[in-house]
């Protein structure tokens, strides 16, 4: 049975998925005229679905077949069946190595088997580690000689790692846990299974979407799976960094899929420090401390990602711009004029990333604290960085040579703004006392037009077409430097 949109069932265990649907209950909550009830905050957060089935299906569907090899119902079975493995094998043996890796940072890439063995693997100590994965393996029920195969597995997949032919992948190993040592504490013993079980509860809900399973039989299965998840953690924060070291294992920093590590970072940052506190409408863990991930991941209010979601998205949504935002900040020509970037992007100049150009003072001087959130490369080779606390205007007028002339406007500065159309794609040209600020180039979808007919029609009409939007954006840049100048007093 198919429910109506308004009478989707609610399940409270797909907010451990949530990293994945956060997005689309935020749009939601921004297209919103008025605030969202709590329980259309439910729905939308906890919905099974995360918009009409119909319109998603066939997208639902590719990603499963893409991401998953995932294109019926048997092959559903065989790789959530691949994904509880984790819960066996890859958490407790990943947790040994983390362990490992923080008794001996200097020499982890030179120990044998026979030292790791000894130190770390006898009976009691993966006795221990291995009751805290009981909820989900059941492992605390089997008899005797079943625990001992298990630990002699155990043994045999962390002492492999030390054999004298994978000294690479310890190196490898080594510099993943450097980098990431502060996330290993918060996620204790469960290191990085965490994301299998995040990606297990919204693959669930997809299948459902997708029509691989009816939305009772989803719902049953994320019942079965998401209470034994709730009794696996004790809280929130373990949870995400657990999701998190698992996420960056799969996928390192940046990786170029359509959800990165970077963006899975930012997702989760979001959820812990936005306002409307998506989580606590789950009701799990409700004792869970996120000021930890909050305090590691960068306070609210002060990250790109709270201006971006806090500040400037409603306001764009106030003044019906929402879209425009929304298809500005995916346009990344990849060194075209006129591009847009948002944190966790590549930039126009190259594979130089958002974060790389905003720490570079060879483009920009940020000061410490400073919350950078949107990039702009308009042109010969002039560049633009919106912060929380004003606009870097970046600009190198001899190409072969020479450094970068360099301007920053506080928000609390005069500006005016100003706003151009133009009929060709539908482009919108926003200027700062005279000086090009952001382009919103080829926006013709708006307007409900194809690129051939907006190529065709006269560009006074579409001028007049756009005319609201003008006015608007100048309106929205306004409240956004009035808004960021009484953040910044």
Request: net charge negative; glycine share 8%.
């Amino acid at each position: 049975m198919q429910h109506p949109a308004s009478q989707q069932p609610v399940n409270k265990y797909v907010a451990l998925g949530a990293v994945y649907r956060y997005p689309h209950y935020r749009l939601k909550q921004i297209e919103s005229a008025t605030p969202l009830s709590d329980e259309d905050q439910r729905q939308s957060f906890l919905g099974l679905h995360i918009a009409d089935p119909a319109e998603h299906r066939n997208a639902l569907r590719a990603s499963l077949e893409e991401n998953y090899g995932i294109t019926d119902r048997d092959s559903l079975k065989a790789y959530v069946e691949s994904l509880q493995q984790g819960d066996w094998i890859d958490g407790p043996v990943h947790a040994l190595l983390g362990r490992i890796y923080l008794a001996h940072r200097q020499d982890f890439a030179n120990l044998s088997p026979e030292q790791v063995t000894h130190a770390f693997l006898a009976d009691g100590q993966l006795q221990a580690l291995t009751a805290r994965y009981d909820p989900v393996t059941g492992i605390g029920s089997a008899d005797d000689e079943t625990r001992q195969r298990y630990f002699a597995d155990l043994r045999q997949a962390v002492a492999n790692t030390f054999l004298p032919e994978q000294g690479e992948y310890r190196e490898h190993l080594a510099a993943f846990f450097e980098t990431h040592e502060n996330w290993l504490a918060p996620a204790g013993d469960f290191s990085i299974v965490g994301f299998n079980h995040s990606r297990l509860i919204d693959i669930l809900a997809s299948a459902a979407t997708a029509g691989f399973l009816s939305e009772e039989e989803a719902l049953a299965l994320i019942d079965h799976y998401g209470s034994q998840i709730e009794q696996l953690y004790p809280d929130w924060q373990t949870f995400f960094f657990s999701c998190l070291l698992g996420k960056r294992m799969l996928v390192p920093q940046g990786g170029g899929r359509t959800l990165d590590s970077d963006d899975y970072l930012i997702f989760v940052r979001d959820m812990v420090t936005a306002t409307h506190f998506p989580l606590a409408i789950s009701g799990l863990w409700p004792d869970s401390d996120l000021s930890l991930i909050a305090g590691m991941l960068g306070q609210a209010g002060q990250t790109a990602s709270a201006v971006i979601q806090d500040v400037a998205l409603p306001v764009f949504a106030r003044f019906d711009l929402a879209e425009v935002w929304q298809y500005g900040s995916e346009l990344h020509p990849g060194g075209e004029e006129d591009s847009i970037s948002l944190p966790g992007d590549p930039v126009a100049t190259g594979s130089t990333s958002f974060q790389e150009q905003a720490e570079d003072p060879f483009f920009f001087n940020l000061q410490e604290g400073e919350a950078p959130f949107l990039q702009a490369d308009t042109g010969l080779f002039k560049y633009i960085m919106l912060t929380d606390r004003g606009i870097h205007f970046s600009h190198r007028p001899f190409i072969l040579f020479g450094g970068m002339r360099k301007r920053f406007v506080a928000w609390s500065e005069p500006m005016q703004f100003t706003c151009e159309a133009s009929g060709l794609l539908c482009s919108l040209t926003v200027k700062v006392n005279g000086r090009k600020l952001i382009s919103f180039p080829d926006n013709y979808g708006r307007y409900g037009l194809t690129e051939e007919k907006a190529i065709e029609m006269d560009s006074k009409k579409v001028r007049a077409l756009m005319q609201q939007d003008v006015d608007n954006m100048v309106a929205a840049f306004t409240a956004l430097r009035e808004q960021l100048a009484q953040r910044a007093a």
